[in-house]
């Protein structure tokens, strides 16, 4: 299974400058693969493909997240209109389709594969996450992350970066595979990270909407009771146990006065 060669069509940034960070941003990246039809690991090159015709949405998903899913419902009902709408308004009129690189690389695992395998090749390949292929489904089934395994949650290239933002808080996800629904081909993995770097690349346009002047705290963005934490001599297993039952992604590891280490 072959991806389609074409040229991409990324969106006009509004200045020559951001244009070509645009270019940049998309460019240093490595490349694509196709399904797999073995046991073994794939990260084969590809380029980025034809912009899609409009397909169906996300896949079902889990239970809600209600605090933040209800904020943007009502920013997405209420604050269009308003000068705090600005990044939604933004992220309604991007589509994932925008964000995928020209080029990239995408680690898929068959089913069959060992997890030890599994584990080792997504050290090698510097990724944290891969599509797990099932080739008597000849589809997508599941996530691997490197310390579990997730239901796949994924969204076409044609829906906007506000579904995608929408889908990521409502699963409780980092990664969302972006896959075509024609092809099947899983074209990218999505993540809070490189929704951002889009972002910020079309700020200094944008109108600074009041609550950008707020304190993290006073937004509560953040965690800031029940911390989970570690000490320099906590068990790697100990730690791990942790990342999975916590459903975090960052541990800050503290003497035992509870000051933070350096790095």
């Not at 060669?5 to 509004?14: I, K, S, V, Y």
């Not at 080739?135 to 995608?164: C, G, H, M, R, W």
């Not at 770097?197 to 800031?224: H, N």
Request: aromatic fraction near 6%.
């Amino acid at each position: 299974m072959t991806p389609t060669q074409a040229p991409r069509q990324p969106p006009t940034p509004p200045a020559e400058d951001q244009r070509s960070q645009a270019d940049e941003l998309v460019a240093h990246e490595h490349p694509l693969s196709s399904p797999p039809d073995t046991s073994q690991l794939v990260s084969s090159p590809s380029a980025k493909p034809a912009h899609p015709a409009s397909a169906s949405t996300c896949c079902p998903v889990p239970d809600p997240a209600a605090d933040m899913l209800e904020k943007l419902e009502l920013e997405d009902a209420a604050a269009d209109e308003s000068e705090s709408g600005v990044y939604t308004r933004f992220m309604k009129s991007h589509k994932c389709y925008d964000i995928i690189p020209t080029s990239s690389k995408l680690v898929v695992f068959d089913t069959t594969l060992q997890v030890k395998k599994a584990f080792f090749a997504l050290v090698a390949n510097g990724v944290r996450a891969a599509p797990l292929w099932e080739t008597k489904k000849q589809s997508f089934v599941e996530l691997y992350l490197q310390e579990t395994f997730k239901p796949l949650v994924n969204i076409p290239p044609d829906a906007s970066l506000f579904e995608a933002v929408r889908s990521l808080i409502r699963n409780k996800i980092h990664r969302l595979p972006i896959i075509d629904p024609v092809t099947g081909n899983a074209l990218y993995i999505l993540t809070h990270k490189r929704i951002l770097k889009f972002l910020q690349l079309f700020l200094s346009e944008m109108p600074k909407p009041a609550f950008m002047k707020r304190s993290l705290e006073e937004l509560a963005i953040g965690t800031y009771e029940d911390i989970a934490f570690i000490h320099p001599d906590t068990a790697i297993i100990k730690a791990l146990n942790i990342f999975v039952e916590r459903r975090v992604s960052a541990l800050p590891v503290v003497d035992e006065s509870g000051s933070d280490l350096p790095p």
